[in-house]
Every structure is written in C-alpha cells, then in structure tokens.
C-alpha cells in the first residue's frame, strides 16, 4: 500500500461470519503474494534439529513441520516456543505468516494452531489428529509462536518474569524471537512476511509490526521483509472496544434494556479507572443474563463443562470487559490431552527442560499479573498506515467478546472508514 492511497484503501474491514471465516481468508496469502533450567539456547543451533517427524496420531502430510525454542533473553533463561508449518505445496515460494493468540496468557498451538487455522485438529479423544481442510497453510508457511513467557511451552528461569509480563516486553522479546528464528532459518529472510492474530493480538500484531518497522529503519536490506498485517476480533481501543461490547450484548438480546441503561449510567469507558458501580452492572450482566451460552460464538450450542471451568470462563481482564480464553471450550480441552501427552512433547521438542507445571490453553496467572497495556492502537495505526504497510481488519459476527461492533465503533469514531466485503 503506497502512502499517498486514501485511509479507505489503507484499512480493509472484513464483516463475516465465523463459519466462512477461513474459505475467505485463504485468497488473501495468495493476493499478498503477488505484492533452576537449563536454557535451550536454540538460536545457534540448526533447524534441522527441530524438525517433527510425525506426531502422534497425525495423518499422512507432504507438508515439513519444525517446533522448539528459541531463547530471547540469555540473562533471565526467557525462552519461547513456536510450531512452523510449512505450506502444503510450493514452500520456497509462499510467504511466511506469524500468528499470534491473545488472552492475554492464550496459547497460539492451542487455538490458532488446533482450532482455528492450523492444518491439525484433535479428535475428542485427545488422541489422534485430522486435517483442517480450511488451514492457511494451503497458501502461506505458518509460525505459530506461544508468547509471552508462561505461555504453553514457553518458559523463564527467572521466576519474577512472571509476574511482569507486559505489551512492551512481549513485543520486544517477539522481535528478539524472530531475529534469531531467522538465523535457525535463514530460508525465510528477505521472504515476505506478515503478522496475524485475534483477541488480545489486537495489540500484540501491530506493536510487534511498529518494531519492526523501527527496527528495519535503517537497514538497507532488511532480513524481516514485513508487508503487512491482519488482524481479526481485534483488541483495538479501550473506549471504542467497551461501548461496541455492550452494544453488542444489547443488540442481540444478551441483556435487557434495564441492564443495558445501567451500564451506560455506572460506566464511564473514557475512564481507566472501573467504579464499584460499574463493575457491579456488568458482573450483574455477565452472571445473570448472559445465561450457559458460549460468548465466542453465541449461536453454537455450548459445550458442557464443568462448574470449575465455567468460573475461569468469566475471567474478566482489568479495566475492560474482555474475558480471557480463546473460542471453544470442548476443543480446548481436546487439545489439553493432546498436549499433555509425554509422547507428543517429545516429538515437539517440547519442555525439554521438565517443567512440572501442566501445559494449558490459557494461563490465569499471566492475565491476573499483566503489566502495562496500551489504551488504544490507534497512534500505531495511524504510524503505519503512513508506511507501504497492507492492514486488513476482520471481525466475525457471532463473537460477542471483541464483536463487531467494537470493531465497526472503532473505525467509524476515529474517522477510519471501512472498505465492507461480504
């Protein structure tokens, strides 16, 4: 996209539905196209090494896959883990496709990986897997990465690490990430590249974007060849975000007009800081009206679950009303037995260093302790909408988490009218 094509061309939003979410999006790769541990030190180390023979229960591929660590930080022992998946054919060819989960403290194997583009799904069983004949691996290479650290496989020695997650950090050790991945892969340099991701992503993807941008400044030939990004139920701006959720709660008939009036009354979405009153009207909201729907998609039947998992379901994030998980809760926990398995950590060159703790889709204590966030994305967008970067924006509309309406709020306050594709 070249500086000088108006804002209307600059940001595309997409408004569909989560059923055709994936046979819309794969065009668009081939659109671009045309456009006390012992610190698994990875970054030396030849990908080779990482590659996956065959995991457990997987069915016949053509497809190379490589997993395990890259180490972004020597000092504090900080290392995170990815899972690339090259694409089904032409792989020298495709792009490169970073995807990022959310939550913040989400998993990007449990979700992207198994439930939403990757090219595996895991049987009820937990046992064997089944293609996904809607991947994105059709059209691109896909790098799902598993950040920040205390996220699924990936790990610290520092203990303390833990405790301070953050926007900045996670965008910075990203980068860290991706530097030294190159190095294991030097195949993908100078490739063109893009960021993905959903949810809480909506601020991981375009901060790590901006630091890539920074960082390729002044380079002459940059090894990160970013051409842009894309980013779907996206965690944009506070304001907008707060008042398209609850407008979205009160359009599709998930609250009463009275609850609906309480909230605007007791919340100020302007404010970062949330009263006794307004968190009351939305407690109220989420625990006595919302009734056993599943809030990712609220015209699928819910999966039943146990009492326990239905009160980390409600896991508000701080100062907004996005709850922390990824999309269904009976794949969530497929992909729990899955992971879990001594045998496919084993083929995934995961936990090599014997971690205790239980690998999990999402982590609570990364979300309970997160640090800094950011307000609004929109400086950044406005930043690189200014650079040759394509943004393309999507939302579907049964997620009543980070709807459409936060989206469409968004575009529309900040004067940043959509480009509408059905």
């Known amino acids: 996209m070249e500086a000088q094509r108006s804002r209307r061309n600059q940001i595309s939003t997409c408004l569909i539905s989560l059923t055709s979410l994936h046979l819309l999006l794969l065009p668009f790769f081939t659109f671009l196209a045309g456009f006390s541990f012992v610190t698994a030190n990875a970054s030396s180390s030849s990908h080779e090494a990482d590659r996956i023979t065959n995991l457990p229960g997987q069915p016949p591929v053509t497809f190379k896959q490589f997993s395990g660590y890259v180490t972004v930080n020597d000092h504090h022992g900080r290392a995170l883990f990815y899972w690339l998946t090259e694409a089904t054919s032409d792989a020298a ?31 009820k069983t937990g046992q064997t897997l089944f293609l996904n ?11 799902f990465l598993e950040s920040p650290v205390g996220v699924g ?24 990430f991706l530097v030294r991945w190159m190095e294991k892969f ?26 890539i941008h920074d960082h390729n400044k002044n380079l002459e030939n940059p090894k990160i060849k970013l051409k842009g990004f894309i980013v779907g139920n996206a965690v944009t701006d506070n304001y907008y975000d707060n008042l398209g959720t609850v407008t979205y709660w009160w359009t599709h008939s998930m609250i009463s007009d009275k609850t609906y009036h309480n909230i605007l009354a007791c919340c100020n979405f302007s404010n970062t800081n949330v009263t006794h ?33 239905n009160a980390t379901h409600k896991l508000r994030f701080k100062g907004t009303l996005l709850r922390r998980r990824g999309y269904d809760p009976c ?32 982590s609570d204590y990364i979300i309970k302790n997160w640090g800094d966030t950011a307000l609004s994305m929109l400086p950044l967008y406005k930043e690189l909408m200014n650079s040759s970067m394509r943004i393309w924006m999507f939302s579907g509309d049964t997620d009543s988490v980070v709807p459409v309406t936060a989206t469409r709020s968004f575009l529309a306050g900040e004067h940043l009218p959509p480009n509408i594709k059905s």
């Not at 030097?186 to 630091?211: C, M, N, T, W």
Request: aromatic share 14%; charged share 25%; glycine share 6%.
């Open 331 to 362: 794949t969530e926990s497929y992909a729990e037995k899955y992971y879990n398995r001594a045998d496919v950590q084993k083929a995934m060159h995961a936990n090599t260093t014997g971690i205790k703790r239980k690998w999990t889709a999402c």
């Open 277 to 309: 009153n307004c968190d009351k009207a939305v407690s109220y909201a989420m625990n006595h009206e919302f009734g056993d729907i599943d809030q990712y998609s609220i015209y699928t039947p819910a999966c039943l679950k146990s009492k326990a998992s």
């Open 186 to 211: 030097p195949q993908y340099k100078y490739r063109d590249f893009y960021i993905s991701g959903e949810s809480y992503a909506g601020h991981y993807v375009p901060q790590l974007a901006k630091k």
């Open 93 to 123: 060819a495709r792009p490169l496709v970073l995807w990022l989960n959310g939550g913040p403290g989400c998993s990007s194997v449990a979700y992207g990986a198994s439930e939403e583009i990757g090219p595996f799904r895991i049987n």
């Open 133 to 143: 004949k809607y991947s994105w691996n059709r059209e691109a290479n896909l790098l």
């Open 153 to 176: 496989f990936s790990y610290t020695n520092t203990s303390s690490d833990l405790k301070s997650s953050g926007d900045v950090r996670t965008a910075d050790d990203s980068l860290k």
